[in-house]
């Protein structure tokens, strides 16, 4: 179901309920595009997956 619903529909649904899958669905959603990112700005694989893994957890810190 949840890969059913578009990226704003999630977002909403944890913005107004708190819905964890919501947000965990986002997150895996986009993981590629921030490690791609990551690895554009550092050229290791290793550090880029460093900084994607510790941008996921500032995201899981924040929603605390």
């Avoid at 669905?25 to 290791?44: G, K, M």
């Avoid at 550090?47 to 941008?55: E, F, N, P, W």
Wanted: net charge negative; hydrophobic share 40%.
């Amino acid at each position: 179901e949840m890969q059913e619903q578009t990226d704003a529909q999630l977002l909403r649904d944890y913005a107004e309920h708190r819905n964890e899958a919501a947000f965990r669905e986002l997150v895996s959603r986009h993981a590629d595009v921030v490690y791609a990112s990551a690895l554009r700005q550092v050229s290791s694989p290793d550090l880029a997956q460093d900084i994607a893994h510790q941008i996921e957890e500032a995201g899981a810190q924040y929603r605390k």
